[in-house]
């Protein structure tokens, strides 16, 4: 009777040490996963994986988002001088809702230029894509499986 309680014991350490160290690993990869995306180039890598980009195509993708990034930067300042001013002028006591305007009309038009910018990027990083990568870039864009095998 001991002798098969101690099997029955040792069969369930051996079974709850491999359930444990399944989920560690699963642990670990969804923090190596999480942290790639944290980066443009590491959310590249992700998708050029689940695309089976060349190398050549990967090298593409990588320096067009770079220079997207670069970009959306120097559009973004601009667009922080304007925001700054928005706060800076509607706490005051008396407003000056023209110039409130203005820096809205501003802002307003610092987003259709970053939109339409995006837009021309990622038309020139689906054109680099056989038409098939394209189809899967675009679920992968919009949302659907981006962690799926």
């Known amino acids: 009777m001991k002798r098969s309680t101690r099997g029955l014991l040792l069969i369930a350490l051996l079974v709850s040490l491999g359930f444990n160290l399944f989920f560690v690993g699963g642990y670990l990869r969804t923090r190596a996963i999480l942290k790639k995306i944290g980066s443009p180039e590491g959310r590249v890598q992700l998708i050029a994986r689940r695309l089976d980009l060349t190398p050549e195509q990967e090298e593409t993708v ?61 038309r020139e990083i689906l054109q680099a894509l056989t038409p098939a990568q394209r189809e899967e870039a675009v679920k992968i864009i919009r949302g659907k499986d981006i962690f799926a095998d």
């Not at 559009?75 to 008396?94: C, M, N, P, Q, Y």
């Not at 023209?98 to 910018?117: G, K, N, Q, V, Y």
């Open 62 to 122: 990588t320096g067009l988002v770079v220079e997207l990034r670069e970009k959306q930067a120097g559009l973004k300042a601009g667009h922080r001088e304007a925001i700054d001013r928005f706060w800076a002028e509607i706490v005051t006591d008396s407003p000056d809702f023209e110039l409130i305007r203005e820096d809205l009309a501003r802002t307003a038009e610092s987003d259709r230029e970053a939109r339409a910018l995006e837009v021309r990027y990622l």
